[in-house]
């Protein structure tokens, strides 16, 4: 996949299979430090440091994180990797594996139904990482 072109789409569980298969993949939780502390994250266990933590929208007003790509190089991820993207509900992900996309990682895939699923007309959420049955964790607040 090159620079400008579509992303991929996977479900959380294919997410999980790869980073745990390919030492070249890697999970970015782009949610905020509030969904990471009380919501929870992906608990990925001995492979740990394949999960980065970096906001693509920053509190309190909810502004796109102008060194989202920055933060990216910073954490070491490959441009030749696999990164896969995970947000509540696939949106916010999905805009930033098309940025990444953009700035030259190869392969980027948006995790469709995000951690914590799509919401039905009554409000229940279904699907993504917590509707596969997934190990999730709550994290300590980040500086």
């Known amino acids: 996949m090159g620079v400008g072109q579509s992303v991929l789409e996977c479900s959380a569980q294919d997410a999980w299979n790869a ?10 939780d782009v949610r905020t430090n509030v969904e990471w502390t009380q919501v929870g994250a992906p608990d990925l266990g001995d492979i740990a440091q394949k999960l980065h933590f970096i906001s693509w929208q920053l509190p309190p007003d909810m502004r796109v994180n102008e060194n989202f790509l920055g933060s990216l190089e910073e954490a070491g991820l490959p441009k030749d990797g696999k990164l896969y993207f995970l947000c ?15 700035a030259g990682y190869q392969t980027t895939v948006n995790i469709i139904a995000g951690f914590e699923g799509i919401a039905g007309p009554d409000g229940q959420r279904t699907g993504g990482w917590l509707g596969a049955g997934l190990p999730a964790t709550r994290v300590r607040a980040k500086s």
């Not at 980073?19 to 970015?28: G, L, T």
């Not at 509540?88 to 953009?102: D, H, I, Q, T």
């Open 19 to 28: 980073v745990h298969a390919s030492e070249d993949a890697f999970i970015i």
């Open 88 to 102: 509540r509900s696939g949106v916010r992900s999905l805009a930033a594996a098309k940025l990444a996309s953009e």
